[in-house]
């Protein structure tokens, strides 16, 4: 067994050691797929479209310009959103879609939450969608809800404070979540007023009580603690659409389009080279990493139960 093969399989099958590679998860819009790819080397070591999943032909073009990626379950599962439309649970290890919806409107962010059922945000329609998820169906046609939300770009869930968050217009807006599974609830409960309008991205800091926020003119920290935004620095703050960062060691991903909103690279804050392929049209980029601010450390793949929340805390 060659070395190659030892390092994808630890991968695919989530046995990380310390000396790992780092891999980030990408949106690739040049043929509507997501990527993961090792950033020493520029490998990809894996890559799902849903050509290659079981989402039904005449749904493909739901799955244009993917915009969101995150990992889940321990990364052995990835939530996406396109622009096509598309809201999807994807498992990694044989590339099956388990669950996918239209929620039309220009989806750009969706987040899991605690009971199995997912939640996104859509720019073009100012709305915010909440699924009843059932895998028995990969495609839903089942229990949906939505709420106004001004542009909305991101949602993020707080599992310390079981708060949902989310940009709406220059404000950032706290929902808390019902916890019934079969007809969920959300309900606004905070508003904060944001550093300036077009939020974009919102996205946990790895490892802090803190998140990311992006507009098109600033790249911030927000402390939750605190509640107040402190800017970061960055050779260039517009337009960033992404940002990820990760243990010690890895440095914390800003992503700038070069045309229109897509580029063929990564970088960091400062702008340095990560990740480049010609040709390719990557709108986003996240480390490959879990994400303990909104999911549990052991995070077990659930579905929609008449109960609140799993404890797996």
């Known amino acids: 067994m060659t070395k190659l ?3 994808i399989a630890a991968i695919l099958f989530f046995s990380f050691s310390a000396s790992a590679q780092k891999t980030i998860l990408l949106t ?22 849903p050509q290659q999943s079981n989402v039904a032909p005449e749904h493909f073009s739901w799955f244009k310009n993917i915009s969101e990626a995150k990992p889940l379950f321990n990364r052995k599962y990835v939530l ?22 239209n929620a039309g409107n220009n989806p750009h962010s969706a987040e899991l939450l605690p009971d199995g059922n997912i939640v996104s945000a859509a720019s073009t329609g100012n709305v915010m969608t909440l699924f009843k998820v059932d895998t028995a169906n990969a495609l839903h046609s089942g229990y949906r809800k939505t709420y106004y939300l001004k542009e909305g770009h991101n949602v993020v869930w707080d599992k310390k404070r079981q708060l949902l968050w989310a940009t709406s217009g220059d404000t950032l807006k706290a929902f808390s979540y019902s916890g019934n599974c079969l007809k969920p609830e959300l309900t606004e409960k905070e508003k904060i007023l944001l550093p300036g309008p077009e939020a974009h991205d919102l ?10 926020f992006t507009n098109v003119s600033g790249f911030y920290k927000f402390s939750l603690k605190t509640k107040t935004f402190t800017k970061f620095p960055a050779n260039d703050a517009r337009n ?20 229109k ?11 340095k080279s990560l990740y480049k392929l ?3 049209k990557i709108y986003k980029a996240r480390w490959f990493v879990d994400n303990q601010f909104s999911y549990p450390k052991k995070h077990v793949f659930n579905l929609c139960q008449q109960k609140a929340y799993l404890n797996t805390q």
């Open 5 to 7: 093969f030892i390092r």
């Open 28 to 49: 690739e819009q040049a043929q509507n797929r997501l990527l993961i790819v090792e950033q020493q080397s520029g490998q990809t070591i894996w890559e799902w479209l």
């Open 80 to 101: 996406l959103t396109a622009s096509g439309g598309a809201v999807a649970l994807v498992r990694i290890s044989d590339k099956k879609t388990m669950f996918y919806a």
């Open 203 to 212: 996205f946990p800091v790895f490892g802090k009580d803190e998140l990311w």
């Open 240 to 259: 960033i659409k992404s940002v990820s960062s990760g243990p010690a060691g890895y440095p914390v991903i800003a992503m700038r389009p070069k045309e």
């Open 261 to 271: 909103w897509w580029t063929d690279e990564v970088t960091d804050n400062m702008g």
């Open 278 to 280: 010609k040709g390719l």
